[in-house]
């Protein structure tokens, strides 16, 4: 009775609750919209707050109608410019014609998502003008779209809840510096913005970029996330130490997520100083990072505040003593956790990481067979908290190795797991077999090898028990999702089957959830 009365729309809040819960599911969402008008009513916002999350590949014709919905909300004076390239025409339908309000459901922006839709866009547009129409000066009008998109968020007066400033490389600068500035020319667009986030890839030192954002913190004080990716050069490691050290920008009273990606430690100094001025600080996230030594360590060690350190993700393997003290010093903070060229023959790492909380394991690499049965021992002693588990293996001993010991060792319920193994059948039927008393909300295989393990899926728990949820499964000839008739016959068991581009995890996309 309940559920019939929230597809009629009897119960609206309760509608409203169910669809809110698939907020970040793009295509349920879209689902959604079809169902009546109450739920399309429903949904429509809450795909627009962000509508800039889209993933790109296969989805071009979304792209197309995002950009041109906003288009019809430009004024006259920059339609009459557009117009004069051919690429808009009077064709457009106007804003009256247009079911919602849309730019009042704007909440989220990535400076960096906005600036390749955009690109993506223009890059079509383009395509598609005939012959007599081609255009030569396209610089002007590339600088013309994105200053006049971007404009008609500011003239509109969006209530923005997030602001995300992402620098990736020096890809499409003057266009970012453009928006960067248009910002700092109307302050209000950015008044009620309560996560303004700061992602920084390494790129060309420009200054000018660099005094922008340091103007729209130090104006806005409510810096809450900052993610530095890859920066090599003294300069950039100076610049962001001052911007955290300084009173000038707040960020000691703001700041809660630190993301430290691909950052050499010995050209950071004053670490400590940094984390003790931090008041409100909640995650730490150590990805990739190289020079985990002793001084690093000491740094830390000095510390009077806990280590919230969050996510430690290796690509190098420090002194077993360094990783020893790193660990107990973050206790029971730690959640991600993994890497690759994690060989430690001598030493036990499984028992260092029952003390913590882990939540996502993540093994990558070609390493020898001690080391693969050290991870099963991690799995087996952490398996209480785990929740995904992530293993890239390509060795067909070690791959073996995984698939015999894993299904036994795993916990009851799992949200994710995702395994790139190279795979025999037989060894597969083996993990199938020992984990059927586990549920699994997503199950990914990236298959390497040649057996043919698609028909394990019927013969084993996977649709008979229906221990799975959602499926995918991919070798270097075909994807589950493509064969149609194994499709409809999982789904006929309630087994959804995805793309494994869809599904997969990366560690870069997950970090930055925080």
């Known amino acids: 009775?309940?559920?019939?009365?929230?597809?009629?729309?009897?119960?609206?809040?309760?509608?409203?609750?169910?669809i809110k819960y698939f907020q970040k599911d793009i295509s349920t969402l879209y689902s959604c919209i079809l169902v009546n008008r109450l739920w399309c009513r429903l949904a429509i916002p809450l795909l627009w707050e962000n509508p800039f999350l889209i993933p790109i590949p296969n989805k071009s014709h979304k792209i197309i109608n995002i950009i041109e919905i906003y288009l019809n909300n430009l004024n006259d004076e920059f339609k009459m410019k557009l117009y004069e390239y051919k690429i808009i025409n009077n064709s457009l339908p106007s804003k009256n014609m247009l079911l919602f309000d849309y730019l009042k459901f704007l909440k989220y922006l990535n400076t960096h998502k906005f600036i390749f839709f955009v690109e993506t866009w223009i890059s079509i547009a383009i395509n598609n003008l005939k012959p007599e129409n081609i255009l030569y000066d396209t610089e002007n009008f590339k600088r013309l779209v994105h200053m006049s998109l971007f404009k008609i968020f500011i003239e509109n007066e969006v209530n923005l809840n997030?602001?995300?400033?992402?620098?990736?490389?020096?890809?499409?600068?003057?266009?970012?510096?453009?928006?960067?500035?248009?910002i700092l020319q109307n302050q209000n667009f950015i008044q009620n913005v309560i996560n303004m986030k700061l992602y920084i890839n390494n790129y060309e030192e420009n200054t000018i970029i660099n005094n922008h954002i340091s103007q729209i913190i130090h104006s806005h004080q409510n810096l809450k996330k900052i993610f530095l990716i890859n920066l090599s050069s003294d300069y950039l490691i100076s610049l962001y130490q001052t911007l955290l050290l300084s009173k000038d920008y707040n960020c000691s009273n703001t700041l809660n997520t630190i993301v430290l990606y691909q950052i050499k430690f010995e050209l950071v100094n004053n670490l400590d100083k940094i984390f003790e001025?931090?008041?409100?600080?909640e995650s730490i996230h150590i990805i990739y990072c190289s020079f985990l030594n002793s001084n690093f360590i000491q740094q830390i060690n000095n510390l009077t505040k806990p280590f919230k350190l969050k996510s430690l993700i290796l690509n190098e393997v420090p002194q077993f003593e360094s990783l020893q003290q790193l660990l107990l010093k973050s206790g029971d903070y730690l959640e991600n956790f993994g890497g690759c060229k994690m060989n430690y023959y001598n030493h036990d790492i499984s028992r260092l990481l029952k003390y913590n909380n882990i939540n996502f394991l993540y093994f990558v690499g070609h390493e020898s067979s001690s080391s693969t049965y050290q991870k099963i021992r991690i799995i087996e002693n952490i398996n209480q908290s785990l929740n995904y588990l992530s293993i890239n293996i390509y060795s067909p001993i070690n791959s073996s190795i995984i698939l015999k010991n894993l299904g036994q060792i795993l916990p009851s319920k799992l949200d994710y797991i995702s395994l790139e193994l190279t795979i025999e059948e037989r060894?597969?039927?083996?993990?199938?077999?020992?984990?059927?008393?586990?549920?699994?909300?997503?199950?990914?295989?990236?298959?390497?090898?040649?057996?043919?393990?698609?028909?394990n899926i019927k013969d084993y728990y996977i649709m008979k028990k229906k221990r799975v949820k959602c499926l995918a499964i991919k070798d270097d000839k075909k994807e589950l999702f493509d064969l149609k008739d194994e499709v409809r016959e999982l789904e006929l068991h309630d087994i959804k089957v995805r793309r494994h581009s869809d599904l997969n995890i990366k560690i870069y996309d997950f970090i930055k959830e925080y």
């Open 162 to 182: 997030t602001l995300e400033i992402e620098i990736s490389g020096s890809y499409c600068d003057t266009y970012l510096d453009n928006n960067l500035e248009l």
């Open 1 to 18: 009775m309940s559920c019939s009365k929230i597809f009629s729309g009897d119960l609206p809040e309760l509608t409203y609750d169910v």
């Open 427 to 455: 060894d597969f039927g083996v993990f199938l077999e020992n984990s059927q008393y586990s549920l699994i909300n997503m199950l990914l295989i990236l298959q390497f090898g040649n057996d043919d393990i698609l028909h």
């Open 277 to 281: 001025q931090l008041n409100v600080l």
